[in-house]
């Protein structure tokens, strides 16, 4: 994944040169980790380009900001507005979104709340997260040894960047031992989710998910899928999950905004139903990716066009 840096990146309510966009070293975040963020996608229907659920991931910005005390200086309609005109001036048709607000240069010191808050909106071309190959051969991942913060420790319903600093521990983790990804358990040993995913299941022809009290993020794609698979008539359970239920799965796969829906082929070595994307996993997936594309009725409104 290469940056296009003759584009233009929305700050603070400007649109200035992608190479304009630069913060102080002394910045409260970097120093801190004080940030939270966003991640969409833009997708290249066949009616024109359309951001999946705009509204519902700037709201989830919001929210996050609200934790950590961080007013947005936008209406979360103008931020809205903020990322279809990015996405326009870049002239791009298909892109990953990241809104990010963070707190900047002022003072230093744990304390945050005399720092600005500044609001950023970058766009690039992103294809699949974890390779093409992965969306139908699946991917091989490993349990993490590094645990998922527990609730009284940090936030994790709010998408902050601190919180992937314990994702870059079991993603490093895991690439340095030759798996794709790594799924990490929470702070009681149960199924958590992935460095940058939810996780799902099957089992008997029905669906299995950490529910929101496990340490995950309430992911966008998550509800998608959710939504679709009741749509389609399978079961969806929302519950405690130990590990190695996964193991014993009929199918088991990730999904989030930049992985989309990939498919587990196989867990700490123990290969997943017969190694490769399952029929319930294949069955969804596909009509994800024709919601995503404006192939079939947007019933819930989840497209947002250009």
């Not at 951001?51 to 950590?68: C, G, I, P, T």
């Not at 707190?103 to 950023?120: A, K, S």
């Not at 998408?159 to 314990?166: E, Q």
């Not at 998550?222 to 996964?246: F, M, Q, S, W």
């Amino acid at each position: 994944m290469a940056f296009d840096e003759t584009g233009k990146i929305w700050f603070n309510g400007e649109l200035i040169d992608w190479k304009d966009a630069q913060i102080h070293v002394m910045s409260h975040v970097v120093h801190y980790g004080s940030s939270v963020f966003e991640g969409l996608r833009c997708y290249d229907t066949e009616k024109g380009p359309a951001v999946f659920r705009l509204k519902d991931h700037m709201q989830r910005l919001e929210n996050s900001a609200k934790v950590y005390r961080m007013d947005i200086p936008y209406t979360l309609d103008e931020m809205c507005e903020a990322v279809k005109d990015t996405i326009n001036i870049n002239n791009i048709r298909s892109c990953y979104i990241r809104p990010i607000v963070f707190r900047g240069y002022q003072e230093l010191g744990v304390y945050p709340l005399n720092c600005p808050i500044e609001t950023v909106i970058g766009v690039w071309a992103w294809g699949q997260y974890l390779g093409e190959d992965a969306l139908e051969q699946g991917i091989d991942v490993c349990t993490s040894s590094w645990r998922k913060m527990a609730p009284d420790t940090m936030p994790n319903l709010a998408k902050a960047g601190s919180n992937y600093m314990n994702s870059q521990l079991a993603k490093i983790e895991a690439t340095s031992n030759g798996y794709k990804e790594s799924i990490l358990l929470n702070y009681n040993g149960d199924v958590a989710e992935g460095t940058g995913e939810n996780v799902f299941f099957v089992e008997n022809g029905e669906l299995y998910t950490p529910d929101i009290g496990s340490s995950v993020l309430k992911g966008i794609t998550r509800d998608t899928v959710i939504t679709i698979a009741k749509d389609l008539g399978y079961k969806v359970h929302e519950e405690r999950i130990p590990r190695e239920r996964l193991y014993t799965a009929d199918e088991v796969f990730f999904t989030g905004t930049a992985a989309e829906l990939s498919p587990i082929r196989s867990i700490d070595k123990i290969q997943i139903g017969k190694g490769k994307r399952g029929p319930v996993t294949k069955k969804i997936q596909e009509h994800l990716f024709d919601v995503l594309n404006n192939k079939v009725e947007d019933k819930y409104g989840w497209l947002d066009f250009i």
